[in-house]
């Protein structure tokens, strides 16, 4: 087997990255201390950015890309892989990261978005995630070519109800399609905006094409067990781990959370003693116009 | 009836166990196992791709490592891939994170191409095999060095990415993401040969 005969970025390997992270937790690091500790919890994959969605919100302003620095020592510090967020739109904020060597970019809401589009994925080498409320918005970031779709939740605010919403949402709307004829589909995929052939296959598997994770909002294991038992394939944990009383401890909680989550005693065993998770904000109480979710159509 | 169990802790159980499914053709049953207790009642085994640090954790937390060292003495056939190559090995390459079950005579060196960028599919040629095989490789680990009962069954450049001791299969790629499943007739074949010595 000669080396030069290799092809790197096809959706296979995109897709294969994802389903890699399956059964997993990805969590939300801000430096290499705290990558360590993601790492020794169990988790998947860590999420590099410059603060955990709950600091954004509270800092206001322009939330942009992580300093490049930064994800290197991370890259450094675990084997697991590194992800980062980039913009929404934001191409050359992806660029960068590919280039740093992230193993997968989060096109995120999170961040304050530079575009009305979102970044032409299929472009790139490395796999993209990327949120969504429903199955309209998934399916047409997969058709921009997201390897891998979380829900939104509200993130930041520790209150897993809008993940909730967003997993119901897609998960209903896949359910509805069963049955539907070609005719049917072609009209549902005119009146959600998306492409058809998606549309069908998610139609027919009865599940989005790529894996599904959970995100925006999970701050305990039984918030992550949850999202599980509601189909979730993984879950993001942003600002839940160290925003909480004892970061280590909630991390491995978690973890244990999602490979049991249908097993309550064990829930219930390592949900003891974790000290205070974070302290939260209720997402009803947010204005419109500073949800996170609404970011990207 | 066959029984095949695919070690379910962490990583993509749902492509092994419905690859494991196409090719037994109704010869037998696959079951993803999440809990100790059923390793000992199965004819044959799979340890799937995902992330070596996270199974070795859960592994080593359960009694299922102890289930699995026993069942593969005992001669099971186990299909070890990707992360699974990683965890049967004897050695890893400067690695203290993960610790390897040791069931197979090998040094491994974890992510031996680089990060995802460098993830590649390639058209491998294999021992045995009369046309070459597509192989998809995640983030993958690479065997650099096996002992002298080790078969290898292919590589790519200087590294071994398929090889056998035994009763263990090991691939650094992934056959249950593609349609072509000849290893998994190998593994089928192991089962049978192993049924009709009455192992």
Same mark, same amino acid.
């Given at each position: 087997m000669e080396l030069e005969n290799l092809r790197f970025g096809t959706e296979l390997l995109k897709r294969g990255f994802a389903k890699m992270q399956k059964g997993g937790v990805i969590m939300d690091v801000t430096t290499p201390e705290q990558a360590m500790i993601a790492e020794e919890a169990g988790a998947v994959a860590v999420m590099a950015l410059h603060a955990v969605p709950a600091d954004i919100r509270k800092m206001g302003g322009v939330a942009r890309m992580a300093d490049?620095?930064?994800?290197?020592?991370?890259?450094?510090?675990?084997?697991?892989?590194?992800?980062?967020?980039?913009?929404?739109?934001?191409?050359? %904020?992806?660029?960068?990261?590919?280039?740093?060597? &992230?193993?997968?970019?989060?096109?995120?809401? *999170?961040? $304050? @978005? =530079? #575009?009305?589009?979102?970044?032409?994925?299929?472009?790139?080498?490395?796999?993209?995630?990327?949120?969504?409320?429903?199955?309209?918005?998934?399916?047409?970031?997969?058709?921009?070519?997201?390897?891998?779709?979380?829900?939104?939740?509200?993130?930041?605010?520790?209150?897993?109800?809008?993940?909730?919403?967003?997993?119901?949402?897609?998960?209903?709307?896949?359910?509805?399609?069963?049955?539907?004829?070609?005719?049917?589909?072609?009209?549902?995929?005119?009146?959600?905006?998306?492409?058809?052939?998606?549309?069908? %296959?998610?139609?027919?598997?009865?599940?989005?094409? &790529?894996?599904?994770?959970?995100?925006?909002? *999970?701050? $305990? @294991? =039984? #918030?992550?067990?949850?999202?599980?038992?509601?189909?979730?394939?993984?879950?993001?944990?942003?600002?839940?781990?160290?925003?909480?009383?004892?970061?280590?401890?909630?991390?491995?909680?978690?973890?244990?959370?999602?490979?049991?989550?249908?097993?309550?005693?064990?829930?219930?065993?390592?949900?003891?003693?974790l000290g205070a998770a974070m302290k939260g904000l209720d997402a009803a109480s947010i204005p419109e116009a500073e949800a996170l979710q609404t970011r990207g159509w | 009836m066959l029984r095949i169990g695919v070690i379910a802790l962490q990583g993509d159980v749902s492509e092994h166990v419905l690859a494991m499914e196409r090719a037994l053709q109704g010869k037998g049953e696959v079951q993803a196992v999440r809990t100790p207790g059923i390793i000992p009642g199965c004819d044959g085994l799979v340890l799937p791709g995902g992330e070596s640090t996270t199974i070795s954790k859960q592994l080593a937390s359960s009694e299922m490592a102890e289930e699995l060292k026993k069942a593969v003495y005992a001669g099971v056939p186990l299909l070890a891939t990707c992360a699974g190559l990683v965890l049967v090995s004897r050695e890893i390459e400067g690695e203290m994170r993960v610790k390897p079950l040791g069931l197979m005579d090998t040094r491994i060196g974890r992510n031996a191409f680089g990060p995802q960028r460098e993830s590649f599919e390639a058209d491998l040629d294999v021992k045995g095999f009369d046309r070459p095989y597509r192989a998809v490789f995640i983030r993958a680990p690479a065997i650099v060095r096996v002992g002298e009962g080790v078969d290898v069954l292919a590589r790519v450049g200087e590294n071994i990415v398929a090889a056998r001791q035994n009763s263990i299969m090991a691939l650094a790629f992934h056959p249950e993401l593609t349609d072509d499943l000849r290893f998994h007739d190998i593994f089928l074949k192991m089962l049978e040969e192993r049924a009709i010595s009455g192992g």
């Open positions: 490049p620095a930064v994800i290197e020592a991370i890259i450094e510090t675990v084997t697991i892989p590194v992800m980062a967020k980039a913009r929404i739109g934001h191409f050359v %904020e992806a660029q960068i990261l590919e280039a740093v060597g &992230v193993d997968m970019v989060d096109e995120s809401e *999170v961040l $304050t @978005p =530079a #575009d009305e589009f979102h970044i032409e994925k299929t472009k790139f080498t490395i796999p993209f995630v990327c949120g969504a409320r429903n199955l309209g918005e998934a399916l047409r970031r997969i058709k921009e070519g997201a390897a891998m779709i979380r829900t939104k939740g509200e993130a930041g605010t520790g209150d897993v109800s809008q993940a909730v919403l967003h997993m119901r949402q897609i998960m209903g709307q896949i359910r509805s399609l069963k049955g539907m004829d070609e005719l049917q589909l072609m009209k549902t995929a005119r009146e959600i905006e998306v492409d058809l052939d998606l549309l069908a %296959e998610s139609a027919r598997i009865q599940r989005l094409p &790529v894996v599904n994770f959970a995100a925006g909002g *999970v701050a $305990t @294991p =039984a #918030d992550a067990a949850l999202m599980m038992q509601l189909g979730a394939d993984g879950v993001f944990v942003g600002s839940g781990i160290f925003k909480s009383e004892n970061p280590a401890a909630m991390a491995q909680a978690i973890v244990q959370a999602v490979h049991h989550y249908d097993d309550p005693q064990l829930l219930a065993r390592v949900s003891k003693g | -």
